[in-house]
């Protein structure tokens, strides 16, 4: 009897210096919070390299048809030129991921549809067809018997942790811009002789 006693009493007492034992319990807690911490740490970063490629992305597309908008007539090159100097914006993130369409809308005065008058495309992005409405005009641009200068830009964001998301995710933006100099941007510019003028 004395014999099972004192075996309980050693078990209580032994369970009282475990349980009164804090030795491992930073070790414990830091095993704990370090893979959350981990997680809220990269997760921060990636969603704000995200944020960072969108407003790049934004500013692509008010650039490229800021800088059409500009001109009274543009050629392939010049459009050529436009789009390398706007995938630039995209550094320090990769421009291989960029699309682009830069088209010249004109606001039919009856319907008020906008209708493509030229459209090109760049990094295996589709072109608009000539006389295809895009419906997407804000109702405050449908001004009868004008022109905008769309631009619309695509990229895939690739997370830096790209077991994440392989895919990546695709942004895209578009704007709108009035020619300046002129009614409308001619393209292509002429070989010779004065501008036509401007389509409807």
Request: glycine fraction near 6%; charge should be positive.
């Amino acid at each position: 009897m004395k014999s099972i006693r004192k075996t309980w009493y050693r078990a209580r007492l032994a369970i009282t210096a475990l349980a009164n034992d804090g030795r491992g319990v930073a070790a414990i807690e830091f095993a704990m919070i370090v893979p959350i911490m981990l997680v809220l740490f990269f997760g921060t970063v990636e969603f704000s390299s995200g944020v960072a490629a969108d407003r790049k992305v934004t500013l692509m597309a008010r650039t490229f048809s800021d800088l059409v908008s500009q001109n009274f007539s543009v050629s392939t090159v010049q459009l050529q030129n436009f789009y390398n100097a706007d995938v630039a914006i995209m550094t320090p993130y990769s421009s291989t991921p960029t699309t682009a369409v830069i088209s010249e809308l004109y606001i039919d005065p009856t319907t008020l549809n906008a209708k493509v008058e030229w459209s090109l495309a760049y990094n295996g992005a589709a072109a608009h067809t000539a006389g295809t409405v895009i419906a997407s005009v804000p109702g405050t641009l449908a001004v009868p018997d004008t022109y905008l200068i769309y631009s619309e830009i695509g990229y895939t964001y690739t997370p830096a942790v790209g077991f994440v998301m392989k895919s990546g995710i695709n942004l895209r933006d578009v704007a709108y811009t009035r020619p300046r100099q002129s009614k409308c941007v001619i393209y292509p510019t002429p070989a010779s002789g004065p501008l036509p003028n401007c389509p409807q």
